[in-house]
């Protein structure tokens, strides 16, 4: 899963690194209440992890997780969800971080209105295939993916003394 923030919000992440615990909890938050509206006795999983570049090695807090796709139950057994809502689970992310950036005093309502007002808030919460629970080589590419470096070996080359970075 990869929750994703709008380009005009990122400033307030690079100057105040604090401000990544607002989106961690935003997102387990958010994540919670939509897998409990499903299955209200159960408990979600997840392993989140901020990312601070994208591709082009440009400023993108975002975070990179894990998450279980269903809850677990008291009694250890597991409740798998029928679906899940992509477009319900980017929208409570996306009320969790405003009124939180608002509620420090970084956004007037004016600015969350804008923001809300748009027809592409910027906001988006990505939610990938189901991994087969079998399947630990896949499991191991997706738990070394999330908290992958910034720059990836393959797009560097160096020739004499310069140093290349490739990307689309």
């Given at each position: 899963?990869?929750?994703?923030l709008?380009?005009?919000?990122r400033v307030?992440?690079?100057?105040?690194?604090?401000?990544?615990?607002?989106?961690?909890?935003?997102?387990?938050?958010s994540?919670c209440e939509?897998?409990?509206a499903a299955?209200?006795?159960?408990?979600?999983?997840?392993v989140?992890v901020?990312?601070?570049?994208g591709?082009?090695?440009?400023?993108?807090?975002h975070?990179?997780?894990?998450a279980?796709?269903?809850?677990?139950?008291?009694?250890?057994?597991?409740?798998?969800?029928?679906e899940?809502?992509?477009?319900?689970?980017?929208?409570?992310?996306?009320?969790?971080?405003?009124?939180?950036?608002?509620?420090?005093?970084?956004?007037?309502?004016?600015?969350?209105?804008?923001?809300?007002?748009?027809?592409h808030?910027?906001?988006?919460?990505?939610?990938g295939?189901?991994?087969?629970?079998?399947d630990?080589?896949?499991?191991?590419?997706?738990a070394?993916y999330?908290?992958?470096?910034?720059?990836?070996?393959s797009?560097?080359?160096?020739?004499?003394?310069?140093v290349?970075?490739?990307?689309?």
């Open positions: 899963v990869v929750f994703s709008p380009k005009r919000l307030f992440f690079k100057y105040d690194r604090d401000l990544n615990t607002l989106l961690f909890h935003a997102a387990w938050e994540f939509l897998v409990q299955i209200p006795s159960g408990i979600p999983g997840a989140l901020v990312q601070t570049s591709e082009s090695v440009n400023f993108n807090p975070l990179h997780g894990l279980s796709s269903g809850a677990f139950l008291p009694d250890g057994s597991f409740v798998p969800l029928e899940f809502d992509t477009d319900k689970l980017t929208v409570l992310f996306t009320h969790k971080v405003l009124s939180a950036l608002k509620a420090r005093g970084l956004l007037s309502e004016t600015h969350v209105a804008q923001i809300l007002g748009q027809v808030t910027g906001f988006s919460v990505w939610v295939e189901n991994v087969p629970q079998d630990s080589g896949y499991r191991l590419f997706l070394r999330i908290d992958r470096g910034p720059v990836a070996n797009r560097i080359s160096i020739t004499d003394d310069v290349t970075y490739l990307t689309d």
